[in-house]
């Protein structure tokens, strides 16, 4: 799994702006993660599924779960398609 360059055209707005940089680093962390899972024996969802704080952080004073962010975008881009 990697993140590829956004386009506007068809992805809601986040109010933010995504650079090459910031991709080039979520790919390199999907790499790690896949590298970790790959040595525990488990697919990079299991991995991601029993490491689910790592993807809870707090900005500012609200906290977020990308990893339940992610899965709800991918939900309404699977219900979009069929």
Do not use: W
């Not at 809601?12 to 899972?37: D, H, M, V, W, Y």
């Not at 809870?56 to 069929?82: C, Q, V």
């Amino acid at each position: 799994m990697q993140v590829q360059s956004v386009n506007n055209q068809y992805n809601p707005k986040f109010g933010t702006t995504i650079s090459s940089e910031t991709i080039k680093r979520a790919n390199q962390a999907c790499i790690k993660r896949g590298r970790l899972a790959k040595r525990q024996g488990l697919t990079l969802a299991e991995y991601d599924a029993l490491h689910r704080e790592d993807f809870i952080h707090k900005i500012g004073n609200k906290t977020y779960d990308f990893y339940a962010i992610a899965e709800e975008i991918i939900s309404k881009l699977h219900r979009k398609a069929k």
